[in-house]
């Protein structure tokens, strides 16, 4: 008996990779680089002229800061201070006092040298106390539960009130735990990662976005989630710092949201708000 031919097996096509999807933040740097050469230097620069050179110095140490943080949310830095001066006050700790050197990119008068409250009071203090004590902060109904929700986070998956494990996680690692607490975003991770640990994010608050679509360092359509991701691709990650600060102060001081005073501003020559085609 003739043995059967074997089936020829049909060739199948290599399998295609599948493609990457473009990186949003990487087209749109690339774009401003090919289009707007040099205009992320040029705004650096010109700000730091103006306002001064920014050099990174921890300002608080991680809890406190992101607590302040929370208490920053919709209100001014002034009232926020307010609030974290009433939780030292109403649950002090024997902890060693820390100074708080502000800088350039908070508006408030920073806090005084004290002690950072004891935390452990602060997260089991009756909620309507704790509403009460942060009262002169403004939103307090939410930002006491919100509060405490984040230190009793931090307590059961650390052990303790401590976040200094954050400087040895990856930068986006660490802005990825931050935010996975309930009412903590990209922005207010960010802040905490920056002044604390130098890390190379950027906070986009209501004036670093203000001021970066005006000039067109960032598209007009952007969300203020995706601006964040965008200044990585965009900013070198050790200017960061310092282009948040600098952004940040320009929105308080010259830009600002109703009658900007383009007369004065030292980076006029290249904003999209004062010349649609400025280059
Ligand atoms: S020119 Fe005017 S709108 Fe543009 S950055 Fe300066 S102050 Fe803001």
């Known amino acids: 008996m003739i043995p059967a031919k074997p089936k020829a097996t049909a060739k199948r096509p290599p399998a295609k990779r599948p493609r990457r ?7 749109w740097a690339a774009h401003l680089r090919r289009y707007r050469p040099g205009l992320v230097p040029y705004v650096l620069d010109g700000l730091a ?9 921890r300002r608080l140490d991680p809890v406190s800061e992101l607590i302040l943080t929370i208490l920053t949310q919709n209100t001014a830095d002034t009232n926020a201070e307010k609030a974290f001066e009433a939780l030292r006050a109403a649950y002090p700790s024997d902890r060693a006092p820390e100074a708080h050197t502000p800088g350039l990119g908070w508006g408030g008068a920073g806090l005084t040298t004290a002690a950072p409250p004891d935390w452990t009071l602060v997260e089991h203090a009756p909620l309507p106390e704790l509403v009460d004590v942060i009262r002169p902060g403004g939103l307090a109904p939410q930002k006491a539960p919100r509060v405490q929700a984040t230190l009793q986070r931090i307590r059961e998956e650390r052990g303790a009130y401590d976040l200094e494990f954050l400087a040895d996680l990856p930068v986006l690692e660490a802005r990825a735990w931050l935010t996975a607490i309930d009412g903590i975003g990209k922005k207010t991770a960010s802040i905490v990662l920056a002044f604390c640990f130098g890390m190379p994010v950027m906070a986009v608050d209501r004036h670093v976005e203000r001021v970066s679509k005006r000039i067109g360092l960032i598209p007009d359509k952007a969300t203020a989630d995706q601006a964040h991701d965008l200044y990585l691709a965009l900013v070198p990650p050790e200017r960061m710092y310092e282009a948040h600060v600098l952004l940040i102060h320009h929105g308080r001081a010259i830009c600002h949201a109703q009658s900007p005073a383009h007369d004065i501003c030292p980076v006029r020559d290249r904003c999209r708000m004062v010349d649609r085609k400025a280059p």
């Open 21 to 27: 999807a473009a990186d949003p933040a990487r087209q």
């Open 49 to 57: 002229a103006r306002y001064g050179e920014q050099h990174w110095e």
